[in-house]
C-alpha cells in the first residue's frame, strides 16, 4: 500500500466531529498540516468522500485546494442545510457549481436530476470526470454561464 494509500485510510477513520475540529486544535493542526504537506501536497487522486453531507460522492481530488471536499468539511453548515432541504424527486440546478460537490450532494439525496452550470472549461472538465465516476447520479452538465443579463 502506497503512503498516499495510508493517508486516504487514515482520513477515512477520523470522525466527521473531529475533522471538522482539528484545525482548532494547536498540536494536531500543525501535525496534520505537516503530514499532508509531505504525503499527499500537490498530488491528484480519486477518492470516496466518507463523511458530510456528500457521503458515498466518488470525487476527483486536487490537493491541497480540494481537501475540505474529500474530508467532508466543505462549507459544512450550507452543504448540511443543502442536503437536509432537497426532497427525493425533486429536479435541481447548481449554477455555478466549480467542481459539482453540491450537485453530488443534491444528487445522493434523491433528486431526480441535477442540471449543473459551469462556464470555467477546467472546472467542467473536473465535472465531467466527476459525472464520469458516479455513473449513477442523474448529473447533467452544461458548460454556459447563467445570468439576469447578456
Given at each position: ?10 482520513v ?9 475540529k ?11 498540516s505537516?503530514?499532508?504537506?509531505q ?13 458530510g ?21 466543505w462549507?459544512i ?9 432537497i426532497?427525493?424527486?425533486w ?27 459551469e ?8 465535472i ?7 455513473a ?13 443579463t447578456?
Amino acid at each position: 500500500m502506497s503512503t498516499k494509500e495510508i493517508v486516504i485510510k487514515a482520513v477515512d477513520c477520523i470522525p466527521l466531529y473531529w475533522r471538522t475540529k482539528i484545525k482548532n486544535i494547536p498540536v494536531l493542526k500543525q501535525i496534520q498540516s505537516f503530514l499532508m504537506d509531505q504525503l499527499v501536497n500537490d498530488q491528484r487522486f480519486i477518492a470516496t468522500i466518507s463523511a458530510g453531507p456528500a457521503k458515498g460522492l466518488v470525487f476527483p481530488v486536487q490537493m491541497p485546494q480540494d481537501k475540505l471536499m474529500w474530508i467532508g468539511t466543505w462549507e459544512i453548515d450550507f452543504a448540511e442545510a443543502l442536503k437536509n432541504t432537497i426532497i427525493p424527486g425533486w429536479v435541481c440546478y447548481d449554477i455555478g457549481a466549480y467542481k459539482g460537490y453540491y450537485a453530488g450532494v443534491m444528487a445522493l439525496k434523491g433528486a431526480s436530476e441535477v442540471f449543473v452550470f459551469e462556464p470555467m472549461p477546467v472546472n467542467a472538465t473536473i465535472i465531467e470526470n466527476l459525472i464520469e465516476l458516479n455513473a449513477s447520479l442523474p448529473i447533467r452538465l452544461q458548460k454556459m454561464a447563467v445570468s439576469n443579463t447578456c
